[in-house]
């Protein structure tokens, strides 16, 4: 008697398995309810906030200090510690058209001192700063992630009650391995927004325009001179390709016609 009013652990597993639909359901009403009460404190509080900044900064200088100008950005950067600069993309492109770019990842006191490092050797042409807002989506990852660690703990809570009845074990562990892989996407989708509140984007673009003599551009025509004009005369010889096939043509049918017409004409004096 006293062990038919103990449940078996099956029928526990099965209830659990029961609850499995009701879980997410009532961790969103919950969470719906946490989130009317977040707007109402925010909007009694004003929370500050949360902004994503990218810079870009054009540095002008002689196309001898191209070169010198970049390395000194990478060697700022490099001054930093790993997780106060990044380098995302470099490139620099030799004479007559000398130039360079840079990508940063840096945080916010680090940008002045890369523009400070490159502007010791040009100048500063242009800067220009643009933010975007990720206070939204910030609050909404961290409560899909902590929506997701509520419903994981419920299925571990679940997968310990089932005991041995195998079909609730495969059940539970399915949904929370879903579970567990949605957890990862939503934790590393709030740690990249994260990461570009706390860091900011630096893209820098160093060109020689200003510092460019007067007999510059008239230099590197005469040094193209060759090129151009062995360029200009492949065109001409292959458009003359192309056109000599069709002057043919145009002649054999300007002598068929020819023909024809004296032909025709020739008949009609005969008849008269």
Known sequence: MRSSMHPRPSSIAC?????????????SARHGADQGNAQVAQRAAGPARQLAYEHEVDIDTAPERVATTQAAGLRACRDATAAACTLLASSIEGEPNAAATLKFRARPDVIPKLVAAMGQHAELARQATRAEDLSAPIVDAARQVAMLDDYRTRL???????????EALIKVNHELAEVQ????????????????VETEILDVSIRSERHRSFWTPIGRALREFGGHLAEGISTAITGLAYLIPWLLLMSVLGWGGRRLWR???GGKISAG
């Open 181 to 196: 892989a949605n957890y990862e996407a939503a934790a590393g989708k709030r740690a990249l927004l994260a990461q570009r």
């Open 15 to 27: 209830a659990g398995l029961l609850v499995l639909p009701m879980l997410l359901a009532g961790c």
């Open 263 to 265: 032909r025709r004409r």
């Open 156 to 166: 571990e809570a679940l997968r310990t009650r089932a005991g041995n009845d195998i």
